[in-house]
């Protein structure tokens, strides 16, 4: 078996992603406006994000490195610049491509299978980590106000944002839901472009108890939200790697 650690670059390379995709979240929900005019906030606003997303973005990673070795493959973090830029740049118009990095895999004896069940133990992860999240939640919840979020009303309270307060538990819960379900958007280079490629019904019988899951704890327009990410971001994979994505999962 190959390394069995995360060597220094790796641990670099995932705090620099882990600090853009929180930043990029909270510049989200946030807006650029509230990061302006409310610059100590928004920094606080920042650290519940670390922990319930960070943790969600590490342990997704870190599940696809463990089965990858597991299978006798070789597994690193690698930071992807392009996808660090799509990101933060989207962030500023509201919208959030959250692909800052991945375990890449070397191998030549992974099959379809291994491949597919690899990908899917992220997803899996963050639905474990979810679950955590929310029985948090009722043990010992957790309210944060912010007066750049008070103007949402109602809009964000599948995320665990009202009124302006945060409900940080069932935040992490949600956007851990939302990690699994972007992850599994059939769209190269995405977890669900690789279980797709191995099991359709299995692909469509995961996703579609995400859906399920997303939809008690978040809210029944999820479904819709994804249908939009899924043409979305297939047409921007299309756009990046035309029909690479299409070869190197086949």
Wanted: proline share 4%; glycine share 10%; with cysteine.
């Amino acid at each position: 078996m190959y390394g069995i650690y995360l060597e220094k670059d790796e641990i670099i390379q995932i705090i620099i992603c882990v600090i853009s995709i929180s930043f990029a979240l909270a510049l989200v929900f946030a807006s650029p406006a509230g990061l302006i005019h409310h610059p100590l906030e928004f920094a606080i606003f920042v650290t519940p994000l670390l922990v319930t997303v960070g943790s969600g973005f590490i342990l997704h990673e870190m599940s696809h490195k463990l089965v990858a070795m597991y299978y006798g493959a070789e597994a690193k973090f690698r930071m992807w610049i392009q996808g660090l830029v799509v990101m933060l740049l989207g962030s500023l118009i509201g919208v959030l491509f959250a692909a800052p990095g991945a375990v890449y895999i070397y191998s030549n004896r992974i099959t379809p299978r291994q491949n597919g069940i690899i990908s899917m133990a992220g997803p899996m992860m963050n639905v474990v980590i979810a679950a955590v999240f929310i029985a948090l939640e009722f043990i010992a919840p957790i309210r944060q106000f912010y007066s750049f979020l008070s103007g949402t009303g109602m809009d964000f309270a599948g995320y665990g944002i009202m009124g302006g307060v945060l409900h940080v538990w069932r935040f992490g819960a949600a956007m851990n839901i939302m990690l699994a379900l972007f992850n599994m958007i059939p769209a190269f280079p995405l977890d669900g472009s690789k279980v797709f490629a191995w099991n359709k019904l299995i692909w469509i019988a995961f996703t579609l108890a995400l859906l399920y899951i997303g939809s008690l704890v978040i809210s029944p327009g999820i479904v819709i939200g994804w249908g939009i990410m899924l043409i979305f971001f297939g047409i921007l994979s299309l756009f990046l790697f035309g029909n690479m994505g299409q070869r190197l999962n086949k």
